[in-house]
């Protein structure tokens, strides 16, 4: 394609302090949301005829964390499928050769809300336990590609009214430095497991902690531990936890051991103080039942020593859980990642930039609208849910103001409740 009809594809708009230069075919953006790679917009896609959501990465390649960051997200994306796990629409860079490339768009299915903003709400248990199953599918795909998040967090789990739910971002870099990065962001640590605070080797439950903290997040509306710094986000964790067993302090290296050692001890409180009843809806015998469930669900998966925590997949066979339950969601095929050195590359600035620029490939996307050999239009991750899954339809929700709908649980007689509206 020749230069002059590249450039008539692409029209400029400021949107916040940033300019998004976009193909044509994307209009009506508004920004909805931004975070430490940018600004997200919503748009109208003209060509597949539905809303979208673009996320703009400005000059990914600028430094080693922002480019890993979105070279792996990139990769990663593409890679997976998996209705949990955003799908990834469109990629394209508005510059017209490699010296001249600065900027990536990341065109996404679009959701409603972030989960910072549901957990406002007051939910029931059908569409809390919903909510939770949904991250553990998402996560275990995630695991079964080899991927261990270790930053799950509400900003980047994103919900649509009908309660379905996806996760926005991959995480951690097993290589990357997780305390330094992004700035001048702050970085919310909040629902880092104690091995990744206290810097230990980790398995794949070390998200079953981030789990926990959001669903506990969800129960008492508000961050459960809410540390200013590393050093306070274990304070918090031992004033409410207790301080862990001599074991797990064998576990830490010498001068952590120290640090902790050190620390005031605590007792703790019981999962009956930390979480009682008043925060649940346990207005009737069945009610009662499920508010007991997600409490002891919470106390296996809140544990400080990740040998004495839940699975994922046993958080998944757990009373409050198990009743969504669906073989399809749950044990799908783990996608194959082609980049074994995903998390180990270290490049200069110009290496980063080929690479990434590579990976926008822009013109064959562009040219057909396919991802990965898939029509962009049925969305490259998503597939349909079977049908007892499906969940009423949602009520017509904008951005602004979503509704959350509950589904109702596999093989139960519960009747889905009536859509709460997020304030
Ligand atoms: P991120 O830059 O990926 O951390 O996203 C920042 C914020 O933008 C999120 O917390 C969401 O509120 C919003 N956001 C990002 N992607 C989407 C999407 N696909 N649909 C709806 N909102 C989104």
């Known amino acids: 394609m020749n230069r002059n009809k590249r450039e008539k594809e692409f029209y400029s708009l400021d949107v916040g302090d940033s300019t998004f230069t976009v193909l044509k075919r994307y209009q009506n953006l508004r920004p909805i949301g931004s975070g430490a790679q940018g600004i997200v917009c919503s748009a109208y896609d003209h060509n597949l005829e539905r809303n979208v959501a673009i996320k703009k990465l400005s000059r990914p390649f600028q430094n080693q964390t922002h480019a890993k960051r979105a070279y792996r997200e ?16 469109n990629v394209f860079t508005p510059q017209k050769t490699q010296e001249e490339f600065q900027d990536v768009y990341l065109v996404m299915e679009l959701m409603d809300a972030n ?8 939910l029931d248990h059908e569409r809390l336990s919903y909510l939770l199953y949904q991250m553990l599918c998402g996560i275990k795909h995630l695991h079964a590609a080899g991927i261990i998040h270790r930053d799950l967090k509400p900003s980047n789990i994103v919900v649509k009214s009908d309660c379905t739910l996806k996760i926005l971002d991959f995480g951690l870099a097993r290589t990357a430095a997780t305390g330094l990065l992004m700035t001048p962001y702050v970085v919310t640590r909040y629902y880092r497991a104690p091995e990744v605070i206290l810097g230990m080797g ?12 959001i669903m506990a997040e969800m129960v008492r509306g508000s961050v459960l531990f809410p540390g200013t ?7 918090k964790v031992i004033e409410q936890l207790g301080t862990p067993s001599q074991e797990f302090l064998m576990k ?3 001068s952590v051991r120290t640090y902790v050692e050190n620390r005031p001890r605590y007792a703790g409180y019981s999962f009956e103080k930390l979480f009682p009843d008043v925060l649940f809806p346990a207005d009737s015998e069945h009610n009662k039942l499920k508010a007991s469930q997600a409490r002891d669900l919470l106390s296996k998966m809140l544990v400080i020593d990740a040998s004495k925590r839940i699975s994922v997949d046993e958080a998944l066979q757990h009373a409050y859980i198990n009743v969504w339950y669906d073989p399809i969601e749950v044990e799908a095929p783990p996608p194959l990642i082609t980049d074994k050195q995903l998390d180990e590359r270290e490049h200069t600035v110009e290496e980063w930039k080929e ?3 590579k990976e926008v490939d822009w013109e064959e996307r562009t040219k057909n609208g396919l991802i ?7 969305g490259a991750a998503v597939s349909q849910p079977p049908q007892h899954h499906q969940p009423p339809s949602a009520s017509a ?4 103001d979503p509704t959350l709908s509950a589904p109702a649980p596999t093989g139960s007689s519960l009747e889905p409740a009536a859509a709460t509206t997020i304030a």
């Open 74 to 89: 990139l990769v990663l994306m593409k890679c997976v499928n998996h209705k949990n796990i955003i799908g990834l629409l």
């Open 115 to 122: 989960l910072c903003q549901v957990i406002q709400m007051e």
């Open 202 to 213: 980790y398995q794949a439950n070390v998200d079953v902690w981030s789990i926990g903290c």
């Open 229 to 235: 710094d590393h050093i306070d986000q274990w304070n």
């Open 252 to 254: 830490l290296n010498q």
């Open 355 to 357: 690479l990434i620029y």
């Open 372 to 378: 990965r050999g898939q029509p962009a239009s049925q």
């Open 397 to 400: 929700a904008g951005v602004s």
